[in-house]
């Protein structure tokens, strides 16, 4: 059972590697810098702009499983997708399984969290909820930043077709847990430096990539 899986996730990994970077119009930019391979566990935060930021995650790696709340299964392939992959879904009012997620970890599984909680259609960074980085510090895991630039303009909310642009994925270098210049005091800080340094790093990206030909 557990190969079977593995095969079909790489075959999963490879479909949506495919999709992404044949989108008609639009051009994905994939930056690894850091080389990172989620070989060892971690806790991936990133920003939420569009229904495709899924997508373009599960096209990067195999070994991830996304965590989301009740709102996000409400769609009907959202749904179907969460469920063939085993993603996690948070019901309303109630806390992550730490155990559940646990056992996935142990397994090698990566979790996957949007803090800012909800898809934010403009180019901004939202306030952070704390639930990411509390799994860190319970389950004692790495933060690997993703940050992801334009998915809200090639697929706007509220829409059924994708519009002609420029995706950035970029991968930020491994935080290692219990670094103090990111983990503060405890997960609460973590959770206020964090939100400081996507306000930062998304910044730059819009200064690198919104271009005039950006808009063109």
Known sequence: KGRSKRIFRDYIRMCFWFDVNHIWGVHFNYINSSNEDFVNPAVIVCNHQSMLDTAFL??????????????????????????????YTIPDNESADIFHLSELIKEG?????????????KSSILRFHKGAFYLAEKLHLDTVPIYLHGVNHVFPRNTLCTYSGKVTLEIGDRIKYGDKDYYGHDYKDCTRLMRNLYDKKFQLMKNQHETIEYYI
Request: glycine share 2%; aromatic share 12%.
């Open 109 to 121: 599984y990566s979790i996957v969290v949007f803090p800012e909680g909800i898809r934010n259609e």
């Open 58 to 87: 599960m096209a990067i790696s195999s070994k991830i499983i996304i965590v989301a709340n009740s709102h996000a299964s409400n769609h009907l392939v959202t749904r179907k997708v969460f469920q063939w992959m085993d993603f």
